[in-house]
């Protein structure tokens, strides 16, 4: 019997212990988790920001490096959503409507840090899109750029892009600086569309609105003309490779003279051992980029909401945005704070052309970023099947559209 | 033994049963139902899920559905994955079974590659695939091949990087060392007898090993092909996401899709419903054809 009662005594101190592990301790700091993609910790420099102006909060990262969305939708549905999630544009509203997360509008409106009339015109359609209610707030946000190489170009005798660009420039630039031995290619003009953001960026520039104010594809004549373009730089001038897909990038390995990728390259491009440069996407009928963001938005099982706010709220001032900037190098949605250039993190070689960091906010719009990712991402596989010789133009505009318009209609 | 004793007994061999068959209820039979009953229901895993009938079912077999076309990536990959596993561990573990020395070496360096994360090995073949970076091609330009493939890119040579890389998967390596163990247990008294009648290695393999393995060689392949379509999508989701334009998107895939990307539970779990009954049915077939070539004798 003694053996029993000690057991169970035992049982008792050690469960004790496992409750006692389990919460935050009532006189110290509240630790509160936040999600983010990409391989981030808390040694981040606007994490150890806010934590020297902030003693009663601490910050615990959960990063998420891939398949983001996938994960942080498991983990709401699991009940093990971080504090604070870091949400893309398709999964706010699905998160709003079904009250996983918090409605900020009361948070916003007291707030003294927060200027939601500082932000750029393209946010206003997107923190709006869940019946009035504000339930996120954009963190920072990115689009697409032009980047060259300017050794090859100047090996080559050309001039440098300009922000001013059309396809046919770009098309001509890349003829003259495709190097051939034999029957091999030893240079190319133009780099493969490895980001398919890119596809969606070119047909807003051939005049389609690629998603209409109902959510719906609206991709037509301008998808037809991207497509008839890329195949003819691709199969006819050949002077930009078939896509590949994977782990390689040309433009990095000094086999690319242009690539076109999202400002999130400029950091990655840093230690590159060539002169590069930036430009706005060359225009076809109009300039346009796809633009990116994600939203801090409070998980509404959070035991700490109050704490989680005092982060956003700090984040989104703007000393906090000033950090994210330098952090991520990309521009605030915040008018006032984008204009001092916080995310102008120059490499090594480049680049210079900092302006075409402003071409976002007057010809960016947030498009196919408001679908669902699966359907946009197979749209791109099929995309690149046109240039692959596998499906023709036709079919991926009479049969491929309309079956992803099926599917986002599905998910309604 | 009464009948008081004869109740303990079978009562202690349920209770030994008890925890494997509670793991079953749990863990498989369980899941099985809920994949059932979910599949006549619309839910996004967030709101409530709402009783739809058969609708899932329609959709998939309706025009325009994705579902046929990974039917038939499906088929392909687990014939390619199949054929290439057993023939590749066949061949190997016929090669182990010579005489020579270090031979512990060999079947060391033969195995090694299968108790890779088939993930890692995916990545790693993808870029030994690259078109313009990676080391297949490269090799090809140096012997003067110009013409390189798109391995990852083209709607035929995607099949052949697939059954390439399968070679190097847990499932070849595991049939290699119950082929090898299998040629062991081959008495050696048949070998003798068809040597005398002066049989040459190749009629000794085809006539003596053959049919003496033929249950292993049966077994193989009934659990590779479980294996081919339930573990197609580790190595295909990394390596090819499913493309070039759909060409690889194996069931499994388009069952992931619709969970976790699409986030439509009912569509997925009517996808794994029609995949458990073509795994079981392809299984059923596979042992009743067998009757014929395998000699258990």
Same mark, same amino acid.
């Given at each position: 019997?003694?053996?029993?009662?000690?057991?169970?005594?035992?049982?008792?101190?050690?469960?004790?212990?496992?409750?006692?592990?389990?919460?935050?301790?009532?006189?110290?700091?509240?630790?509160?988790?936040?999600?983010?993609?990409?391989?981030?910790?808390?040694?981040?420099?606007?994490?150890?920001?806010?934590?020297?102006?902030?003693?009663?909060?601490?910050?615990?990262?959960?990063?998420?490096?891939?398949?983001?969305?996938?994960?942080?939708?498991?983990?709401?549905?699991?009940?093990?959503?971080?504090?604070?999630?870091?949400?893309?544009?398709?999964?706010?509203?699905?998160?709003?409507?079904?009250?996983?997360?918090?409605?900020?509008?009361?948070?916003?409106?007291?707030?003294?840090?927060?200027?939601?009339?500082?932000?750029?015109?393209?946010?206003?359609?997107?923190?709006?899109?869940?019946?009035?209610?504000?339930?996120?707030?954009?963190?920072?946000?990115?689009? %697409?750029?032009?980047?060259?190489?300017?050794?090859?170009?100047?090996?080559?005798?050309?001039?440098?892009?300009?922000?001013?660009?059309?396809?046919?420039?770009?098309?001509?630039?890349?003829?003259?600086?495709?190097?051939?031995?034999?029957?091999?290619?030893?240079?190319?003009?133009?780099?493969?569309?490895?980001?398919?953001?890119?596809?969606?960026?070119?047909?807003?520039?051939?005049?389609?609105?690629?998603?209409?104010?109902?959510?719906?594809?609206?991709?037509?004549?301008?998808?037809?003309?991207?497509?008839?373009?890329?195949?003819?730089?691709?199969?006819?001038?050949?002077?930009?490779?078939?896509?590949?897909?994977?782990?390689?990038?040309?433009?990095?390995?000094?086999?690319?003279?242009? *690539?076109?990728?999202?400002?999130?390259?400029?950091?990655?491009?840093?230690?590159?051992?060539?002169?590069?440069?930036?430009?706005?996407?060359?225009?076809?009928?109009?300039?346009?980029?796809?633009?990116?963001?994600?939203?801090?938005?409070?998980?509404?099982?959070?035991?700490?909401?109050?704490?989680?706010?005092?982060?956003?709220?700090?984040?989104?001032?703007?000393?906090?945005?000033?950090?994210?900037?330098?952090?991520?190098?990309?521009?605030?949605?915040?008018?006032?704070?984008?204009?001092?250039?916080?995310?102008?993190?120059?490499?090594?070689?480049?680049?210079?052309?900092?302006?075409?960091?402003?071409?976002?906010?007057?010809?960016?719009?947030? *498009?196919?970023?408001?679908?669902?990712?699966?359907?946009?991402?197979?749209?791109?596989?099929?995309?690149?099947?046109?240039?692959?010789?596998?499906?023709? #133009?036709?079919?991926?505009?009479?049969?491929?559209?309309?079956?992803?318009?099926?599917?986002?209609?599905?998910?309604? | 033994?009464?009948?008081?004793?004869?109740?303990?007994?079978?009562?202690?061999?349920?209770?030994?049963?008890?925890?494997?068959?509670?793991?079953?209820?749990?863990?498989?039979?369980?899941?099985? #139902?809920?994949?059932?009953?979910?599949?006549?229901?619309?839910?996004?895993?967030?709101?409530?899920?709402?009783?739809?009938?058969?609708?899932?079912?329609?959709?998939?077999?309706?025009?325009?559905?994705?579902?046929?076309?990974?039917?038939?990536?499906?088929?392909?990959?687990?014939?390619?994955?199949?054929?290439?596993?057993?023939?590749?561990?066949?061949?190997?573990?016929?090669?182990?079974?010579?005489?020579?020395?270090?031979?512990?070496?060999?079947?060391?360096?033969?195995?090694?590659?299968?108790?890779?994360?088939?993930?890692?090995?995916?990545?790693?073949?993808?870029?030994?695939?690259?078109?313009?970076?990676?080391?297949?091609?490269?090799?090809?330009?140096?012997?003067?091949?110009?013409?390189?493939?798109?391995?990852?890119?083209?709607?035929?040579?995607?099949?052949?990087?697939?059954?390439?890389?399968? #070679?190097?998967?847990?499932?070849?390596?595991?049939?290699?060392?119950?082929?090898?163990?299998?040629?062991?247990?081959?008495?050696?008294?048949?070998?003798?007898?068809?040597? #005398?009648?002066?049989?040459?290695?190749?009629?000794?393999?085809? %006539?003596?090993?053959?049919?003496?393995?033929?249950?292993?060689?049966?077994?193989?392949?009934?659990?590779?092909?479980?294996?081919?379509?339930?573990?197609?999508?580790?190595?295909?989701?990394?390596?090819?996401?499913?493309?070039?334009?759909?060409?690889?998107?194996?069931?499994?895939?388009?069952?992931?899709?619709?969970?976790?990307?699409?986030?439509?539970?009912?569509?997925?779990?009517?996808?794994?419903?029609?995949?458990?009954?073509?795994?079981?049915?392809?299984?059923?077939?596979?042992?009743?054809?067998?009757?014929?070539?395998?000699?258990?004798?």
């Amino acid at each position: 019997m003694k053996k029993i009662f000690a057991l169970c005594f035992l049982l008792a101190v050690a469960v004790g212990l496992l409750a006692a592990c389990g919460n935050d301790d009532a006189d110290g700091p509240v630790t509160i988790r936040f999600s983010m993609w990409d391989t981030v910790d808390e040694s981040a420099s606007f994490i150890q920001a806010f934590h020297a102006v902030q003693d009663d909060i601490r910050i615990e990262i959960v990063s998420i490096p891939e398949d983001y969305s996938t994960v942080i939708n498991t983990m709401v549905i699991g009940g093990t959503a971080p504090d604070v999630i870091l949400a893309w544009e398709v999964d706010m509203p699905r998160f709003a409507a079904n009250g996983n997360i918090l409605r900020l509008n009361d948070r916003i409106n007291a707030s003294d840090l927060v200027r939601m009339d500082d932000f750029m015109a393209a946010v206003d359609g997107i923190t709006d899109v869940t019946g009035g209610g504000l339930y996120g707030i954009p963190w920072v946000y990115a689009g %697409h750029f032009l980047y060259f190489n300017k050794d090859m170009f100047d090996a080559a005798g050309i001039p440098y892009p300009t922000d001013n660009w059309t396809w046919d420039d770009m098309a001509a630039a890349a003829q003259a600086l495709t190097i051939r031995d034999g029957a091999s290619t030893t240079q190319w003009g133009l780099a493969p569309i490895d980001f398919g953001g890119i596809w969606y960026s070119m047909i807003g520039q051939a005049g389609d609105a690629v998603v209409d104010a109902n959510m719906n594809l609206s991709m037509g004549p301008g998808l037809r003309r991207t497509l008839e373009f890329m195949y003819r730089l691709t199969n006819e001038y050949q002077v930009t490779p078939q896509p590949g897909g994977g782990l390689g990038d040309l433009f990095a390995a000094g086999m690319a003279a242009m *690539t076109r990728q999202g400002n999130w390259f400029v950091p990655g491009y840093a230690d590159v051992p060539f002169r590069w440069d930036i430009v706005p996407l060359p225009r076809d009928s109009r300039a346009h980029t796809a633009l990116h963001t994600g939203f801090f938005t409070i998980n509404a099982q959070s035991d700490h909401p109050e704490e989680a706010w005092t982060f956003i709220e700090w984040m989104m001032s703007y000393n906090g945005q000033r950090e994210l900037s330098q952090f991520s190098a990309n521009p605030s949605a915040m008018m006032s704070v984008a204009a001092q250039g916080y995310h102008r993190v120059a490499g090594q070689h480049g680049p210079t052309n900092w302006g075409a960091f402003d071409y976002f906010n007057h010809y960016g719009a947030f *498009t196919f970023v408001l679908l669902n990712s699966s359907v946009t991402g197979n749209l791109v596989s099929q995309f690149d099947s046109v240039l692959l010789g596998i499906n023709s #133009i036709d079919h991926v505009i009479n049969v491929e559209i309309p079956a992803a318009q099926r599917e986002l209609d599905a998910l309604r | 033994m009464n009948r008081a004793e004869r109740m303990k007994n079978n009562l202690a061999a349920y209770g030994f049963l008890s925890p494997w068959f509670i793991g079953f209820l749990l863990f498989t039979g369980g899941p099985i #139902i809920a994949s059932l009953v979910l599949s006549l229901t619309r839910w996004n895993l967030l709101s409530p899920p709402e009783f739809i009938g058969f609708r899932n079912y329609i959709t998939m077999f309706s025009p325009g559905s994705g579902f046929l076309n990974s039917l038939r990536a499906t088929l392909i990959y687990t014939v390619i994955s199949v054929v290439v596993s057993v023939t590749a561990s066949l061949f190997m573990a016929t090669l182990l079974n010579f005489r020579l020395k270090f031979m512990g070496f060999f079947q060391f360096c033969f195995f090694i590659p299968a108790v890779m994360p088939s993930v890692a090995l995916a990545f790693v073949f993808q870029l030994i695939f690259n078109q313009h970076l990676g080391i297949l091609n490269y090799g090809l330009s140096v012997i003067g091949i110009a013409a390189q493939p798109n391995w990852l890119n083209d709607t035929f040579w995607v099949w052949v990087s697939l059954g390439i890389v399968t #070679i190097f998967t847990y499932s070849t390596g595991q049939m290699m060392l119950i082929f090898n163990a299998a040629f062991k247990d081959v008495p050696q008294h048949l070998y003798e007898a068809a040597d #005398i009648e002066g049989a040459n290695y190749v009629q000794r393999f085809w %006539h003596v090993t053959m049919p003496y393995i033929s249950p292993i060689i049966l077994f193989n392949v009934v659990v590779g092909t479980v294996n081919s379509f339930n573990t197609a999508f580790s190595i295909v989701f990394p390596l090819t996401g499913g493309g070039p334009a759909n060409e690889t998107t194996v069931l499994s895939l388009e069952l992931y899709n619709s969970a976790f990307r699409m986030f439509n539970m009912g569509m997925a779990s009517a996808i794994a419903t029609v995949l458990f009954i073509i795994v079981a049915t392809v299984g059923a077939i596979q042992f009743r054809v067998s009757k014929k070539l395998v000699h258990y004798d």
